[in-house]
């Protein structure tokens, strides 16, 4: 519906794909009850720092996904950290004084997805960019994001095929021992030379 009414107008619509860092933690060692008691002061303290017009939602376990109808990238950035902000701050419950913080993706629409699958897959991989480079952060969506991880999932399911098809080769580099210039040893290599892909980084 947000989708539809910010389409007619023309106007951006952002969402925001949130991630609980350290919940399972939490959960683990305290009990369902504390984590349950948990997810619901986290989605109350986020609630009130959303407008009357927006949407949160808990997807299952510790994901949230918010709608920001009307919000630009800006906007919905200055949602993010005053989520992340408000979550880096200490619970009180049941007892326990509580710590974790949010990993935020933001995508927003037309640039990133006019629908709603596309819109909610490109903030979950955002999301996931803001988990490796900063716990309690937020990231955008890129197309270069994108195109990362679709050459990641082609190099792992083409890796799973590549000792049968022969593309992998060991190569040999030698230690030296340069005081008495001798041969110590030698580091076995692992090179991988892919059909397609061509000689594919060792860092990669």
């Not at 001798?182 to 594919?200: F, Y």
Request: proline share 3%; net charge neutral.
């Amino acid at each position: 519906l947000a989708l539809e009414m910010c389409g007619r107008q023309e106007r951006p619509l952002a969402v925001l794909f949130l991630d609980l860092d350290r919940f399972k933690g939490i959960n683990d060692q305290l009990g369902h009850r504390v984590g349950d008691a948990l997810l619901r002061a986290v989605a109350q303290r986020m609630s009130g720092l959303l407008r009357s017009e927006d949407t949160l939602a808990r997807l299952g376990g510790d994901e949230f996904i918010g709608v920001l109808p009307g919000a630009t990238a800006d906007e919905a950035a200055a949602v993010a950290r005053r989520i992340c902000a408000a979550l880096r701050q200490p619970f009180e419950l049941l007892g326990h004084t509580l710590h974790l913080s949010v990993s935020v993706g933001i995508a927003v629409a037309p640039a990133d997805g006019g629908d709603r699958d596309s819109l909610v897959r490109h903030a979950d991989i955002a999301m996931y960019r803001a988990k490796q480079e900063n716990t309690g952060g937020y990231a955008f969506f890129t197309r270069a994001l994108q195109e990362r991880l679709t050459r990641t999932r082609h190099l792992e399911q083409a890796l799973r095929g590549a000792i049968d098809a022969g593309e992998l080769s060991l190569h040999y580099q030698p230690l030296l021992d340069m005081q008495r210039l001798r041969l110590v040893g030698a580091e076995a290599l692992l090179r991988w030379n892919h059909p397609e892909l061509g000689a594919v980084s060792p860092a990669e």
